[in-house]
């Protein structure tokens, strides 16, 4: 027996510019009875589940993609948490918070992730998927009979549990108070733990600052200390590393281990694997189709919900959710790979003064074909060596000959156009997009068509990074520069971007920059890396580009981190701080695995 899903995207459909392909074509439709029809009061097409019979004809013929239909197994759809309104997502089971634990939830954007927060906090009552007639507590407290979440519930009923939560969004927090980061936390803590958060986020320098002020990291930290400063039973972080560099996500990762080493309930939605390894105590996947429905597994452990959650498919619910797994081998980064004479930029030592920061760059060069992986702590001057090397910014000792035509994706990308997607790509390409061999090779792997007639403004975080992304790659360059490709993706798009990257600099022999601060996305995605050092805001110095294991070493040797490869999914695993591999590897000075 199937469950019939039928999803329609408000922002997509456009009944006023197609020709009402899905009413024509419907099957169903055709024999006499009312399936697809036009919703009086939206105006928007309107399936009737208990009629449609899945042929899916209309998810083909809608212009605009606008349309999702999946025929779910029964068994997966039995326990309905909540339905937004007709053809709208839908929530299937919950995770359950876990006193004294991380719980991290992994998924794909889209999921609903956002649905958890909203119900396990209180702020969501669920109708259990009658939108029309919802559900009272009453009935809800029956439905989660013998279960600990029927405690959860009745205690939100009785206004006994409160949340605190920080949002994906950091920006709207800047945009909601005005003041400084310590009125702030003066505002909210209510454990006297602002000094020493603080101190262990690093943010002694950015408490006297107007919020509107700070860097990305900064607001992002003082976020997480401002979530972590109520003395509340259940905490939620969404997306807590965005923004920050390698060191300030440990501190991160400490805060909300803190929070659950004094009993609390943790739970946190992570697309970087490396820091949800070691920030979790358990795992629950999700999964379903995008913005369509989400299904919660059952608890796992760590490093088997990572590895279930890679494969696509979940043992001990017989469920395969992806049709292929992910493989975290990382590919060969053996120079062999690039003849000699392929050079696209040699430089030679480089120097470059500001008033407060001095940068020192060691000499190197950039190979065709080859991706350069760039790591360190915010602040050291990164980005002023890729404008030095663009041609924007003139060092002050050495000089960089070759003048090489660069694409640039910034870090911080700006969404208040109000342009549709495709006219921001076709401004890129320097003509249309439609039918060209760019819309092939590059926007269609990215799966970007489906965004074509969306304005730039009403994009997702992940959304807008993808066409960034787009934006750089379609442009007529020797080399692509892209600062942080990595911020709002999922754990599934950093994966496909990382190989797709990689595959695309080495088949059309380019080359390509990239900082990152996802210690996965950079292992998988880097044939060389250079690592910046120093003191944050002063003085950074770079290494010339080395190969990776040697590079990687080094970095995880400043992190004071060892990692392990895991011996079913090959990815890299980070070894629990003081364990037995732990201090082995650090004995013999191998922090990163060998190959």
């Known amino acids: 027996m199937t469950h019939r899903v039928a999803v329609l995207d408000q922002d997509l459909c456009q009944p006023q510019k197609c020709g009402l392909e899905c009413i024509k074509y419907c099957p169903v439709n055709k024999s006499g009875a009312e399936c697809v029809t036009i919703n009086e009061e939206s105006k928007k097409a309107q399936i009737d589940e208990n009629v449609c019979n899945g042929c899916g004809i209309c998810v083909k013929v809608c212009p605009f993609d606008a349309i999702t239909i999946v025929n779910l197994a029964s068994e997966l759809a039995t326990d309905k948490i909540h339905q937004y309104g007709i053809n709208s997502f839908r929530l299937y089971k919950l995770p359950t918070p876990r006193k004294g634990e991380v719980v991290g939830l992994l998924g794909r954007n889209g999921m609903g992730k956002s649905t958890v927060v909203n119900i396990l906090s209180g702020k969501l009552k669920p109708n259990l998927g009658r939108y029309e007639n919802p559900p009272e507590w009453d009935e809800i407290f029956k439905h989660y009979s013998g279960t600990e979440l029927k405690q959860h519930f009745q205690k939100i009923e009785q206004n006994q549990i409160r949340a605190s939560i920080k949002p994906q969004q950091i920006h709207h927090l800047a945009e909601a108070f005005d003041g400084t980061g ?11 733990m602002t000094r020493e958060l603080v101190r262990e986020l690093g943010l002694q320098n950015s408490m006297e600052q107007n919020l509107k ?5 900064e607001l992002q930290r003082i976020a997480v200390a ?19 560099d390698v060191f300030q996500r440990i501190g991160v990762a400490r805060v909300i281990q803190g929070l659950a080493k004094i009993g ?16 979790s105590d358990y795992i629950e996947v999700l999964y379903g189709e995008s913005t369509a429905y989400g299904i919660v597994s059952n608890i796992l452990s760590t490093k088997i919900g990572i590895n279930v959650f890679l494969d696509g498919y979940l043992p001990n619910e017989n469920v395969r959710f992806r049709e292929k797994k992910f493989s975290m081998d990382v590919s060969s980064s053996s ?18 003064k500001f008033d407060s920061f001095t940068l020192t760059i060691e000499p190197g060069k950039i190979r065709k074909g080859e991706v350069l992986g760039i790591m360190g702590a915010n602040a050291l001057g990164k980005t002023t060596m890729m404008k030095m090397i663009a041609g924007i910014q003139k060092p002050d000792v050495g000089s960089i000959d070759k003048k090489i035509k660069i694409a640039y994706k910034p870090q911080y990308l700006e969404n208040d156009i109000d342009l549709e997607v495709i006219a921001l790509l076709e401004k890129a390409n320097g003509g249309p997009i439609e039918g060209s061999q760019e819309e092939e090779q590059i926007l269609e792997p990215l799966k970007i068509r489906k965004l074509y007639n969306k304005s730039v403004k009403n994009l997702s975080g992940g959304e807008l990074q993808k066409i960034a992304v787009a934006s750089c790659l ?25 190989k797709f990257l990689q595959r695309f600099v080495r088949s059309f022999g380019k080359s390509a920059i990239i900082i990152d601060h996802d210690l996965q996305l950079m292992d998988l995605v880097s044939d060389s890396m250079m690592i910046f ?48 591999l732990d201090k082995d590897q650090k004995a013999s000075g191998n922090f990163y695995y060998k190959h």
Do not use: C, W
């Not at 401002?226 to 920050?244: C, G, L, Q, R, V």
């Open 182 to 192: 310590n009125e702030l936390l003066d505002k909210y803590d209510e454990r006297g």
């Open 213 to 217: 002020e700070l860097s990305g990291g």
């Open 226 to 244: 401002a979530t972590a400063s109520k003395d509340t039973e259940f905490y939620f972080f969404d997306e807590p590393s965005s923004y920050n």
């Open 264 to 279: 609390k309930s943790v739970m946190v939605v992570e697309h970087d694997l490396t820091l949800l390894d070691f920030l």
């Open 335 to 352: 120079t062999d790979i690039f003849q000699e004479g392929t050079d696209i930029v040699n430089y030679p030592k480089l120097e470059k």
């Open 474 to 498: 379609i442009q007529k360059v020797d080399l692509y520069a892209l600062d942080e490709p990595s911020a709002f993706l999922d754990i599934e798009e950093r994966i496909a971007v990382a």
């Open 533 to 580: 050092e120093g003191e944050s805001g002063k003085a950074g110095t770079a290494t010339s580009p080395m190969p990776k294991s040697q590079a990687m070493n080094r970095f995880l040797k400043s992190l004071d981190m060892s990692f392990r490869r895991d011996e079913k999914s090959l990815r890299p695993r980070v070894n629990k701080i003081e364990s037995r």
